[in-house]
C-alpha cells in the first residue's frame, strides 16, 4: 500500500548571519524563485501528500502570500498522452503551524521546528481519520541549494520503509548542515525523549534540594543544534543518495558561493510554483 508522505519546512527560529530585516526564506535561488517555493517545490517532488510549513504567526502570512493554499504535483501536471490530462493532475494542500506557546523560549530550536511539524501533522491526521495519518515524513530546508530535480528519481526510496539522507561529502544532516530528509514517527519519539533526557528546565535537584537554575542555563534546548535534535536518528540503516553539489544558505558566504559557483536551480512552470489559493464561497 502506498505510504502517506508528508512534507514538512521548517521556518520558525531559522538562524542565518544575513543581518536583514526581511526574512530570508525570501531570498532568491533564480530570478522570480524564492527559497521558500524551492522547498515547496522540492516536497512535490518527492511525492508528498501533505506539506506543513512551520511558521510563527507573524511570518506565516507572508510566506502564504508567496506560497499559497496547495501545489500541483509536478509528476501528474502535463501527461499529455493521457486523455482529458489536466483532470488528472493532483494537488498537494499546504498548511501552516505555529510553534506552542509553551515551548517558546523553552525548546523552540531551529530543529524544533521539524519535530513539531512531524507531531502536527500526524496529530491532525489521527484526529481526523487513520487514513490520513502520515507514514513518514520528509524534510527539506528552504536555505540549501542543490539540485532539487534530481529528488524526482529518488521517489520510491524517499517513500520506502527505509529512512532517506541526502548527503554531500558524505555527510548528512546529523552533520548540521541543512540536507534533506526522510523521518519515522519512531525516530520522532526517540529524538524527542532524547531532548526531554538532556535538556534543562527552570530548576534542577541537588543535595541540598531542589534550586534555580541561573538565566543563561534555563531550557538549553532552545539552543540544540540539528545534530543534537537529530542525534538519536539511525542513518547507518538509511538510503543515502550523494549530491552532486550543494550549498549551505544560512550563511551570507555560502549564498555567494552559490551565486558564483555557476550552478543553477531552474524556475519550474509558474503552475508548479504558486501562489495557488482555495475560492472562497460567497457568504450571504
Known sequence: MKQHLAGIIPVANLQTDY????????????????????????CSLAGCNTIW????????????????????????????????????????????????????????????????????????????????????????????AHDVYSIRQYRKEI???QNFFLTYENKTVKDNLPLSFTMQGQDYLNCRRNITAISTRKTRITPEGRQNLPLSERWSARFFDLSTVLDKMDTDNGIKQEADWFFDLTSWQG????????????????????PHRHVKLIEH
Open 19 to 42: 543581518e536583514i530585516e526581511t526574512p530570508e526564506i525570501l531570498m532568491p535561488v533564480n530570478a522570480g524563485f524564492t527559497a521558500i517555493q524551492k522547498s515547496v517545490f522540492e
Open 53 to 144: 510549513i512551520v511558521a510563527n504567526q507573524d511570518l506565516a502570512p507572508i510566506v502564504k502570500k508567496v506560497v499559497g493554499e496547495w501545489v500541483y504535483d509536478p509528476v501528474y501536471y502535463n501527461q499529455e498522452q493521457k486523455r482529458f490530462y489536466r483532470e488528472h493532475r493532483r494537488e498537494i494542500p499546504i498548511y501552516y503551524i505555529p510553534i506552542d506557546d509553551k515551548d517558546m523560549n523553552r525548546r523552540d530550536s531551529y530543529g524544533w521546528s521539524i519535530l513539531h511539524g512531524v507531531n502536527t501533522a500526524w496529530w491532525v491526521g489521527n484526529r481526523l481519520s487513520r487514513w490520513l495519518v502520515p507514514d513518514k515524513y520528509f524534510i527539506s530546508f528552504p536555505m540549501a
Open 159 to 161: 517513500s520506502s520503509e
Open 255 to 274: 549564498y555567494k558561493n552559490f551565486l558564483g559557483s555557476g550552478h543553477e536551480i531552474a524556475k519550474p512552470y509558474k503552475d508548479l510554483t504558486g
